[in-house]
């Protein structure tokens, strides 16, 4: 009985110890659905929220004003299993950073890609993260830019339906995602670096 008993405690412990130890980063890279999908499938990330951030309106929506915004994620994570810098490294190959009027078919200033940063370590590492890829493709520019993180705004009420849409919405997600040309653009800008 009393193994059991320290054996739940020592549990509990080391859920809380590992709680304590994860972390969240905010990043914008066009569709929210898409960008939820494939952060969900990287190891250490735990979770994925669809939201909005970037702008000065308070409580943005999808269907209402968003204006100013960018259609983002909030990703939580485990430092001990996926770094910022490997996080960074995967959503490059998860973009295309070179698009200055938003991402694959989707057009606007809410579908443009940003990394935000919550600090000067997350600053210097997402900088030195841009300036690797600049250094892979020379004779292009990398639009994404570097942006202090601010209020992230989660999608809520009645638009919740955002949330898990490629989870809840299968055919749907495929075709949009089809579609929309994401993963033959990414081919064509990564090759076999991109995961998807």
């Known amino acids: 009985m009393k193994y059991k008993i320290v054996t739940a405690l020592l549990l509990i412990l080391l859920m809380q110890t590992h709680n304590g130890l994860a972390?969240?980063?905010?990043?914008?890279g066009g569709c929210f659905w898409c960008m939820e999908s494939d952060f969900e499938k990287l190891k250490g990330v735990s979770d994925v929220i669809s939201g909005f951030t970037g702008g000065s309106i308070k409580n943005p929506t999808y269907n209402g004003n968003h204006q100013g915004h960018y259609e983002a994620v909030e990703i939580t994570y485990d430092p001990a299993v996926v770094s910022y810098k490997e996080l960074l490294a995967y959503y490059w190959v998860s973009i295309d950073p070179f698009d200055s009027e938003g991402q694959f078919c989707d057009k606007?200033?809410?579908y443009l890609s940003a990394i935000f940063v919550a600090n000067k370590k997350e600053r210097l590492i997402a900088a030195q993260s841009k300036a690797d890829v600049n250094s892979q493709f020379p004779r292009r520019h990398v639009i994404t830019p570097i942006l202090d993180a601010g209020i992230f705004y989660p999608i809520k009420g009645n638009e919740s339906y955002h949330q898990d849409y490629y989870k809840n919405n299968p055919t749907r997600y495929k075709y949009y995602r089809w579609s929309c040309g994401r993963?033959?653009?990414?081919q064509q800008i990564w090759g076999q670096k991109t995961p998807h």
């Open 108 to 110: 606007g200033h809410s």
């Open 183 to 186: 993963d033959q653009r990414l």
């Open 23 to 28: 972390a969240k980063t905010v990043l914008a």
